[in-house]
């Protein structure tokens, strides 16, 4: 399972909302096109909820991107700082999902509350278990690792090509495990 092509469809908008797998760079240019004016910054911490076909209804939130950061990637959030980094073992804080190849420098929607194939890579991961920190960025595994749990986050599907359906509810990683 690659990172899918969602139909991810906003159901309460704000005016000018960029789409849900779309990334923009400060100052508002990106792809695809948005309409003019936008300010990719002053959308940060923003919520909406959206909806898709295959994976229900989900809440996002709009974060600024950290480097390497790929479609899938989960990620550990500060909205007070304005940033994002990769998540990896050890780390604690707030953890959504990259919607898109959202990189330094540009914005995006992560998902924060549904359900959204992540990035496992080659781990093999069963259905139903806790999801926790690898020492690999931007990678997950269900191998239990003391600390490196991360609240809020379950498996629905074994591994398929380095993508793991897992639902999520406003996820942390708070050094249970």
């Known amino acids: 399972m690659a990172f899918p092509a969602t139909a991810y469809i906003i159901t309460d908008p704000i005016v000018g909302t960029p789409p849900i797998t779309s990334t923009l760079v400060a100052g508002g240019s990106g792809t695809p096109a948005v309409p003019c004016g936008i300010q990719a910054e002053n959308y940060v911490g923003k919520r909406v909820r959206a909806w898709d076909p295959t994976y229900g209804e989900a809440e996002f939130i709009y974060l600024k991107g950290a480097a390497s950061t790929a479609a899938g990637t989960p990620v550990i ?58 020492s690999t960025a931007g990678s997950l595994d269900d191998a239990v690792v003391s600390g490196d749990k991360i609240d809020g986050m379950v498996s629905k599907a074994a591994n398929s090509g380095g993508f793991t359906l897992v639902q999520v509810d406003r996820p942390v990683a708070n050094g249970n495990g």
Do not use: K
């Open 77 to 134: 959030y500060d909205e007070n700082a304005n940033t994002t980094t990769l998540g990896v073992a050890g780390s604690r804080g707030p953890v959504a999902i990259a919607m898109a190849a959202n990189i330094a420098g540009q914005y995006g929607w992560y998902l924060i509350a549904g359900s959204i194939p992540v990035n496992t890579g080659a781990n093999t991961v069963a259905s139903g278990a806790p999801m926790y920190w690898t």
